[in-house]
């Protein structure tokens, strides 16, 4: 079944005096998915988030976000658009429920539906305990889950995430990105998340699009993107053995499926067209080595990250 896009985006160009910050992007994203748009900072993953919002005007190029034009109605796309921002604003000197409170009188929410949604919001985040607390007590990841909460109270279509683990701890980043997963899964969330972090991005996102220099380099789910870059040999076999003598080696090499064998003492990193583990733990033991360890190996963002921007497509 073919999903509905509820963002489109197409020859999208944004220019600052001689400066292209976003060059002809072209993207779409499914309703209901976690996207991740990744990038070193400078990127343009901002910009194009503004221009998402209707903040920022297009040089050239077209964008759709629940079938709105942003820069013909920027007003319609945020009541239907949450965005949290690298750095959250609050008042400080309120707590956090009066902040949720607030933002909601500001959608027009009505203050019995507000009050029960703002408590029901805060316990999804983990804030029940520090509702009545000031913000200013609050530490950075707490501000971010207040955030999610604060983009949720008026329930949009989609929310957009722009580096919302940026100044985090480990832990605190574990419990944001669980709870960015529990929405998405819970309430078929669309969810546009902005980062330069591989590893956060990869923990949740459905599908990735790669971003440098303004470009979109790549998009998709991680799989085919490997399958995509590293195509000539697309499983790594990683083998620690011993002997690793130059017959065994020649062995491994002689296997129709493997293109290539890398060696680092006893360890193997062995490059194969198809899944030959078994074959090739067949071929050492035959050999009379001592098999220690075998494994096979994903390739993650990481190594696509590092394929595209080496220049190793």
Request: charged share 25%.
């Amino acid at each position: 079944m073919i999903k509905e896009n509820i963002i489109e985006i197409s020859g999208l160009t944004k220019q600052y005096g001689q400066l292209t910050a976003v060059d002809h992007l072209t993207l779409s994203v499914q309703r209901g998915e976690i996207f991740g748009l990744l990038g070193p900072n400078g990127a343009g993953k901002t910009t194009t988030i503004l221009m998402l919002l209707g903040l920022s005007e297009p040089t050239a190029g077209k964008i759709k976000v629940c079938g709105i034009d942003p820069a013909f109605q920027p007003f319609l796309v945020k009541e239907k658009v949450g965005y949290l921002p690298d750095e959250v604003g609050f008042y400080e000197n309120l707590s956090g429920l009066d902040n949720l409170l607030y933002t909601a009188a500001l959608n027009r929410i009505e203050a019995s539906v507000a009050e029960e949604r703002a408590r029901h919001l805060l316990e999804q985040v983990g804030l029940t305990s520090k509702a009545h607390d000031k913000v200013q007590t609050y530490s950075r990841g707490m501000k971010q889950r207040l955030g999610l909460a604060d983009i949720l109270i008026k329930e949009p279509e989609v929310i957009i995430l722009d580096e919302p683990t940026n100044g985090i701890d480990p832990e605190g980043v574990r419990e944001l990105l669980a709870l960015i997963k529990e929405l998405n899964r819970e309430k078929g969330m669309t969810v546009l998340l902005s980062s330069h972090h591989l590893y956060q991005v990869q923990q949740i996102c459905d599908r990735v699009g790669l971003f440098v220099e303004g470009k979109l380099i790549a998009a998709g789910p991680i799989k085919e993107l490997a399958f995509e870059l590293f195509k000539n040999d697309p499983i790594l076999l990683e083998v620690e053995v011993e002997p690793a003598s130059a017959q065994l080696i020649a062995a491994i090499e002689a296997n129709e499926h493997v293109t290539r064998v890398e060696q680092n003492r006893e360890r193997l990193s062995i490059f194969c067209r198809q899944p030959v583990a078994a074959e090739i733990a067949t071929t050492i033991v035959n050999h009379g080595a001592r098999l220690f360890h075998l494994s096979q190996h994903d390739y993650g963002l990481d190594e696509i990250y590092h394929r595209y921007f080496e220049g190793g497509m």
